[in-house]
């Protein structure tokens, strides 16, 4: 499967879309993310590993917190390649 198929499918959802905007401000916990929607807390941790998985946020543990993190520049390849072979 192309890596960056996963990339695109990461971003086809609204709320992961969301979860990157929120994220661009900097490392949040996953509490934090969580209590910014009104789905269930294992629905966002879902949504969390298919972003993981796509390789566009990362996870830091301290303690009993996950902080998570976008990965800018795994976006940025990916899309610019993308607008490259298309445009």
């Known amino acids: 499967m192309d890596d960056d ?4 499918r990461a971003l086809a ?3 992961r ?3 990157l905007q929120d994220l661009q401000g900097g490392e949040l916990a996953a509490g934090d993310i969580a ?3 009104t789905i269930s807390a294992p629905s966002i941790s879902r949504h969390l590993g298919i972003l993981k998985n796509a390789g566009l946020i990362v996870e830091r543990r ?8 976008l990965v ?6 990916c899309v610019g390649q ?3 072979v298309v445009c």
């Open 82 to 84: 993308f607008l490259s």
């Open 17 to 19: 879309r969301q979860i």
């Open 62 to 69: 301290d303690a009993n917190r996950i902080y998570y993190s």
């Open 35 to 37: 209590s910014r929607f």
């Open 13 to 15: 959802d609204p709320t």
């Open 72 to 77: 800018e520049e795994r976006l940025a390849i």
């Open 5 to 8: 198929a996963g990339v695109f």
